[in-house]
């Protein structure tokens, strides 16, 4: 290696770099396009356009219409406008099914709705993180309001198989959900042909910027909004961050142009990191081998060797990854996901995320090895 590294960043299914194309135009916006949307004057008319624009753009990334993409703060208020939205929906069924490996946005807020009386049913996954669509069909029931799953999943990114999930939902008259927070703009996503109902989307997963997200609400479904306000006709209240959307439209723009080049040539890097890491530390692992992941997504067990440790290391060469373990105020606590697989304490703790993006290159995957292959070899040393 020559000299020290500037950076490198395999985090990006925490967050991604915002692309300098949504950064020049989330500027624009702030510079010129302040006016608000709902004000008559051209001022206004200009920004309800870009938001107009921006609209389409992430319409087209889901092979939707524009009419059906709500914008949101978030994932997180995309999910609960959703799940809740749904439960309204159907007051006579108090029913969900969801997984056990959802990400805390949703498995917090059902955990509420447990306390409040709906009933909520947890698939769990088998040992590669994968979902059982019998189990599903068993689950469904005529109670059922609705079945949430991910399309990806945000550590170890393994793929539940959505399209054939929501069939099953929609068969039984239920509404489906999914969470495609880790998915939009590393696959492609077809919402003509995935009969889903709702569906989450998150800014700054795909490098748009923080504090904006979409949801998309299948025509003709009348989902009651989280906040009511005259904004969204009527389906989010509050005024729009207009630069946050302007910045997920020339994202969503960015995503398609080019997605199958991207995916192919991340899926390589990913692959070379994992076959060199595997073939390099004999006693390393990936969770979730041999299921159907998203691109991007390596979730590598080194063992039973503190993930900590390693990462720390990492960090002070400038390389940044993350642990498959939730951090909590009293220290780590092993991942739900890797539980969910039966991974044990130590060796959920022993697991690294690696999360690659359309900025990582192949220099920077050479440089993470040899990095992480002195890193281990010297942790291993001082074991022994
Ligand atoms: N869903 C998944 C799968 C995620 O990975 C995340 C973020 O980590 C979220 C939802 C939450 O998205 P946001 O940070 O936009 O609220």
């Given at each position: 290696m020559n000299g020290p590294i500037e950076m490198i960043y395999l985090d990006n299914n925490a967050t991604t770099q915002v692309a300098p194309e949504c950064v020049d135009a989330i500027l624009a916006c702030l510079r010129d396009g302040w006016g608000n949307p709902s004000s008559k004057h051209r001022l206004g008319i200009e920004s309800k356009q870009c938001v107009s624009e921006a609209r389409a753009q992430v319409a087209t990334l889901l092979g939707a219409t524009p009419l059906e993409i709500v914008f949101t703060s978030g994932g997180t208020e995309s999910s609960h406008t959703a799940i809740l939205g749904a439960v309204a929906l159907n007051p006579d069924k108090r029913h969900i099914v969801t997984t056990t490996v959802e990400h805390p946005s949703i498995l917090l807020l059902l955990r509420r709705l447990e306390e409040q009386g709906i009933r909520v049913t947890y698939l769990e996954v088998d040992e590669k993180g994968r979902l059982d669509l019998p189990t599903l069909e068993r689950a469904v029931t005529q109670d059922t309001a609705l079945v949430s799953l991910m399309l990806a999943n945000n550590e170890t990114g393994v793929l539940f198989p959505v399209e054939e999930a929501a069939q099953i939902a929609k068969s039984r008259g239920c509404l489906f959900h999914t969470d495609a927070v880790q998915a939009a703009g590393k696959a492609e996503i077809d919402l003509g042909r995935m009969p889903v109902d709702l569906l989450s989307l998150s800014g700054?997963?795909?490098?748009?910027?923080?504090?904006?997200?979409?949801?998309?609400?299948?025509?003709?479904?009348?989902?009651?909004?989280?906040?009511?306000?005259?904004?969204?006709?009527?389906?989010?209240?509050?005024?729009?961050?207009?630069?946050?959307?302007?910045?997920?439209?020339?994202?969503?723009?960015?995503?398609?142009?080019?997605?199958?080049?991207?995916?192919?040539?991340?899926?390589?890097?990913?692959?070379?990191?994992?076959?060199?890491?595997?073939?390099?530390?004999?006693?390393?692992?990936v969770n979730g081998a041999g299921a159907e992941r998203i691109a991007n997504t390596s979730n590598i067990r080194f063992g039973n060797m503190e993930s900590e440790a390693i990462l720390d290391k990492l960090d002070r060469m400038n390389i940044f990854a993350s642990p498959g373990a939730a951090c909590t105020a009293s220290g780590s606590e092993p991942s739900h996901v890797l539980t969910a697989m039966g991974l044990d304490r130590s060796a959920a703790l022993a697991s690294i995320r690696f999360s690659l993006s359309r900025y990582t290159t192949e220099e920077e995957v050479d440089q993470v090895l040899s990095a992480l292959s002195g890193i281990v070899g010297r942790l291993s040393a001082e074991a022994a």
């Open positions: 700054h997963k795909l490098h748009a910027s923080k504090g904006v997200g979409a949801l998309f609400v299948r025509k003709g479904l009348k989902l009651p909004p989280l906040f009511p306000g005259h904004q969204e006709r009527g389906r989010r209240g509050g005024t729009e961050n207009v630069p946050g959307i302007v910045g997920m439209g020339a994202a969503s723009a960015l995503a398609v142009n080019g997605l199958k080049i991207h995916e192919a040539r991340i899926r390589t890097l990913r692959d070379r990191l994992e076959s060199e890491i595997l073939a390099h530390v004999p006693f390393a692992s």
